[in-house]
T-cell receptor, first 117, second 114 residues
Framework: TQLLEQSPQFLSIQEGENLTVYCNSSSVFSSLQWYRQEPGEGPVLLVTVVTGGEVKKLKRLTFQFGDARKDSSLHITAAQPGDTGLYLC?????????????????FGKGTLLTVNP | DVKVTQSSRYLVKRTGEKVFLECVQDMDHENMFWYRQDPGLGLRLIYF???????EKGDIPEGYSVSREKKERFSLILESASTNQTSMYLCASSFDINPNQPQHFGDGTRLSIL
């Protein structure tokens, strides 16, 4: 199983501050996905990054995939209380199984972000 | 929008019982997954299925089995429930054609084994 380390595990900040969440591995991934999970709900996809060095923006959120496709970061500018949630990164890698080749996602343990008004 | 529906939000069972968790998706997805989510351990894959009647073990299959008799339905079975299976269980589905397609999750079943 490929491992993904997320940091920090917990983050509590004031509204308007900037923050960065990191996702690191020693393994290379085909792509990397970021999800946000709110209390009582399942994770929801925010973005998929595929190419090494790729940067994607989603309003105040900026996602970057490392050049070697082993790490990624999520930067939030001017955080708002609505950004509160568990942020999960997930790396996609190929596996061989009885049905032929397939892909699996491995998830980091998540960063629990609290944005206080 | 894709909808993944898990049959129960909360479930309380006793040790030794056989427990069924049901999941249905409405977008004709090929792949379906069962995860458990525990504090400090994140999401861990229990089983997945890439076609009807097909199944593959994930990272922690011990104590679980699955059934996929129809494309839209994927069931997780705890053969003899134990207290260490108390957890949040999440079902997900995705298209098979493009592996970069997202996984769509249900809202989870919080299972307590007493």
């Amino acid at each position: 199983t490929q491992l993904l380390e997320q940091s920090p595990q917990f983050l509590s900040i004031q509204e308007g501050e900037n923050l960065t969440v990191y996702c690191n591995s020693s393994s290379v991934f085909s792509s990397l996905q970021w999800y946000r999970q709110e209390p009582g709900e399942g994770p929801v996809l925010l973005v998929t990054v595929v190419t090494g060095g790729e940067v994607k923006k989603l309003k105040r959120l900026t996602f970057q995939f490392g050049d070697a496709r082993k790490d990624s970061s999520l930067h939030i500018t001017a955080a708002q209380p609505g950004d509160t949630g568990l942020y999960l990164c997930a790396g996609l890698y190929g596996v061989l199984n009885s049905g032929g080749s397939n892909y699996k996602l491995t998830f980091g343990k998540g960063t629990l972000l609290t944005v206080n008004p | 929008d894709v909808k993944v529906t898990q049959s129960s939000r909360y479930l309380v069972k006793r040790t030794g019982e056989k427990v069924f968790l049901e999941c249905v998706q409405d977008m004709d997805h090929e792949n379906m997954f069962w995860y458990r989510q525990d504090p400090g351990l994140g999401l861990r894959l229990i089983y997945f299925s890439y076609d009807v009647k097909m199944k593959e073990k994930g990272d922690i299959p011990e104590g679980y089995s699955v059934s996929r008799e129809k494309k839209e339905r994927f069931s997780l079975i705890l053969e003899s429930a134990s207290t260490n299976q108390t957890s949040m269980y999440l079902c997900a589905s995705s298209f098979d054609i493009n592996p970069n397609q997202p996984q769509h999750f249900g809202d989870g079943t919080r299972l307590s084994i007493l």
